[in-house]
């Protein structure tokens, strides 16, 4: 299923997708726009956070649940991302279930997290910042925190399974309706963002 008005931005650590979602924050209108991220800021979410930052230490399986969990409640709470953009809104979330798929793929296995994640719905524009790993650990070491994720051996492997993932969804009929958009993630912060809004600002509810 299709969730329209429905913004997604994926890419490994580093790709810049905090980044030019802030931009976005600047050109969608305030009224109708939710911006938010996964994890969340709920305590599912918060939880997730102190895994990553390597505080609480889980099975990989356990990690997956979580993400799956928390997306959940992403979605289907009551001023959820399927409430608002039903409610006519729009929602721009930095990372969903494609991270999932690449990420906990990575530590668990792809099955586990196809089956955690498929019955949820995709969005109508997916935006992948395409990078390598060693371009965005470049940027990700002028931060003064590191995630358990940020390494890269770890970053190669889940490049390549994020390429692929986004390959599969190309090619499947079942995404009929999810427009896919590849990123040079290399390129400057303005091109990026240029790139992105020549497709936005063409969304039919923004033309109304």
């Not at 990078?131 to 990700?140: D, G, M, Q």
């Not at 390494?151 to 309706?177: C, H, M, P, S, V």
């Amino acid at each position: 299923m299709i969730l329209h008005n429905f913004i997604v931005f994926e890419g490994i650590d580093g790709a810049g997708t905090s980044t030019q979602i802030n931009l976005l924050k600047e050109k969608l209108p305030a009224k109708k726009t939710m911006f938010t991220a996964e994890p969340t800021e709920e305590s599912t979410g918060k939880f997730l956070r102190s895994v990553l930052k390597g505080e609480v230490k889980l099975h990989p399986a356990t990690t997956a649940f979580l993400f799956a969990a928390d997306r959940n409640e992403h979605l289907f709470s009551t001023n959820g991302i399927v409430a608002h953009c039903k409610d006519g809104g729009i929602a721009v979330t930095d990372r969903y279930l494609f991270s999932s798929l690449a990420y906990q793929s990575i530590s668990c296995g792809k099955e586990l997290p196809q089956i955690l994640n498929q019955s949820f719905p995709l969005p109508e524009y997916l935006f992948f910042f395409d990078i390598e790993p060693s371009i965005s650990l470049n940027r990700i070491r002028g931060r003064n925190v590191t995630e358990i994720y940020e390494k890269q051996d770890f970053l190669e492997k889940t490049a390549k399974a994020y390429r692929q993932i986004i390959k599969d969804f190309e090619n499947q009929q079942k995404r009929d309706g999810m427009k896919i958009f590849w990123i040079d993630a290399t390129k400057s912060i303005k091109e990026v963002e240029q790139n992105i809004w020549s497709v936005l600002k063409k969304m039919p509810i923004l033309q109304k």
